[in-house]
């Protein structure tokens, strides 16, 4: 059980959507991960994100909408992201397009590109809250810069030392960031490897779905070098941990020698998936001197969730 601090702040929709319509800032629930949310036509609603986050600002931020047609009044789609939204909106996909010169959308959410990286989530309490808003949300996930995505309001409260808000909404039923898909001058090509695998998304374009690489500019949310970390330091692809390690194990484990959570005893990657955060978080806090993590198969779910623990292993 998380333990939370004495001064913490659980809200309703309706105090939520107040508090996004006087510039502050609440973390709500979204499918992928718990967001930090302030109304993204707002400057300096959008600057308390940073700096609560202790976000770099030149990483830009994804902008959530109540649907497709608020959407559409901020960037212009071409036939792939057309293609693309049909197909997953609502749901754990961010498309970077072109922005509209008259978005009203504050410059510090896009860090300077011409371009919006937006979405529809597919959780319905993150709607309603746009719906009664009335305005899009700018919402990275509602965690310190570089450290674990929050999948429980727990979580958050912990994070941020029950300073912010929360409007609850259960246990995040994808449990990794949205898959994000650029679309420009006829070309698609995926920002981050998120909830919706590479394959699925190919399937929907008809072609083989292009790659970012890892030296290319911070164009969207998750592409530094390091972010989603625990505290305790990470060992990846270990099949035995050495005695005092926490374990992080996927499929058939060893006999445990220290703290153990199973992503998936089944060897499920979506059940890996939502599960990923959520147990290191818990072995985080056990006091072990580190994390092994067991191989977990780059294919389908399996890219993004190495790219998380691949980017929370690397060094500062």
Not at 270 to 297: Q, Y
């Amino acid at each position: 059980m998380i333990e939370l601090p004495s001064r913490h702040s659980f809200v309703d929709l309706e105090t939520a959507a107040a508090i996004l319509r006087d510039g502050g800032i609440c973390a709500f629930a979204t499918e992928t991960v718990y967001g930090l949310g302030a109304d993204a036509t707002n400057a300096d609603a959008v600057l308390k994100v940073y700096e609560m986050k202790g976000r770099p600002r030149f990483n830009p931020l994804i902008v959530h909408c109540k649907d497709r047609d608020m959407a559409e009044t901020l960037v212009r789609f071409d036939a792939d992201a057309d293609g693309l939204a049909r197909a997953f909106w609502p749901g754990p996909l961010t498309l970077v397009l072109p922005a509209k010169s008259d978005n009203a959308i504050a410059g510090i959410v896009t860090a300077g590109l011409d371009t919006l990286a937006v979405r529809v989530p597919g959780h319905e309490t993150a709607r309603a809250l746009i719906a009664r808003t009335g305005r899009p949300i700018a919402a990275p996930s509602a965690n310190p810069s570089g450290r674990l995505s929050p999948t429980r309001a727990e979580e958050v409260i912990v994070a941020f030392g029950g300073s912010v808000p929360v409007l609850k909404g259960g246990a995040c039923s994808a449990g990794l960031e949205s898959t994000i898909i650029a679309c420009r001058n006829g070309e698609a090509v995926q920002l981050r490897a998120g909830a919706i695998t590479r394959d699925d998304i190919a399937s929907v374009l008809g072609r083989p779905l292009a790659r970012a690489g890892d030296g290319d500019a911070v164009a969207a949310p998750g592409m530094l070098a390091r972010h989603y970390a625990p505290e305790t330091a990470l060992r990846l692809n270990v099949a035995v941990p050495d005695t005092g390690e926490a374990y992080l194990g996927f499929g058939a484990v060893p006999a445990a020698v220290g703290p153990l959570r199973n992503l998936s005893p089944s060897g499920d990657l979506r059940e890996a998936a939502r599960n990923l955060f959520a147990m290191l978080h818990e072995l985080d806090a056990t006091g072990a001197r580190s994390i092994a993590v067991a191989p977990i198969p780059d294919e389908g779910l399996g890219e993004a969730i190495n790219d998380r623990l691949k980017r929370a292993a690397a060094k500062e």
